[in-house]
């Protein structure tokens, strides 16, 4: 069941500001990082061990399924017995430059296309699976308000809630996520930007 009251702060002038500043930053970032995007490619594909890029199929903006790509990280038989909320990525799974990339986020610059696409957003809740999706539902029906905002890069939820590697983590993303939407704004979007590259920058793990 959908809540169809719209809860967005946004009207349709800052929308339209915030989808032309995501093709502007998505057009500039992929060509500004292209270097390192053919860095990484190359050193993944020189290990040998599977494909440069891992994709996976998310729920989005007004609930439908888009796929999001990312620089693989981890083997392919990580969730052999099923999905998890958090797929460790360590020695037992990846090799040192996919655990690099992992933990400097260098592994989401794929998504820079994702954005240029209109599936997502700089800033907007961390888009996710239909299973776990199902799971939130089971204790909350609130999930679906989400639905009314692009998925983004970052967001509060991802700079102070960290890694959802818990049922209760996942709920309070959400809350937080709503929390968002109901008062989002241009400005909001900038300081939760210049706070993620500057934690990317200083090293800071969130």
Not at 173 to 187: A, F, K, P, Q, T
């Amino acid at each position: 069941m959908r809540d169809n009251t719209t809860h967005d702060a946004m009207g349709k002038l800052q929308r339209s500001l915030k989808r032309f500043i995501d093709i502007v930053a998505a057009l500039v970032g992929i060509v500004l990082f292209s270097p390192l995007f053919l860095i990484i490619s190359i050193l993944i594909k020189c290990q040998g061990n599977g494909p440069v890029f891992f994709k996976q199929i998310r729920i989005g903006y007004k609930g439908q399924p888009f796929a999001i790509f990312k620089f693989r990280t981890m083997s392919s038989v990580v969730e052999e017995e099923g999905p998890q909320l958090v797929a460790k990525c360590d020695d037992t799974n990846s090799t040192r430059l996919e655990q690099f990339l992992r933990g400097h986020h260098l592994d989401e610059l794929p998504q820079l296309w994702n954005v240029l696409k209109g599936d997502m957003s700089l800033v907007g809740p961390r888009p996710e699976r239909k299973f776990f999706i199902d799971k939130i539902m089971e204790h909350t029906r609130r999930y679906p308000i989400i639905y009314q905002m692009r998925p983004g890069l970052t967001s509060e939820a991802t700079l102070y809630n960290g890694y959802t590697d818990t049922m209760e983590k996942m709920i309070r993303r959400m809350e937080m996520d709503i929390h968002y939407l109901e008062h989002r704004s241009l400005w909001t979007d900038s300081t939760i930007v210049t706070k993620t590259v500057l934690n990317i920058v200083t090293g800071k793990k969130f």
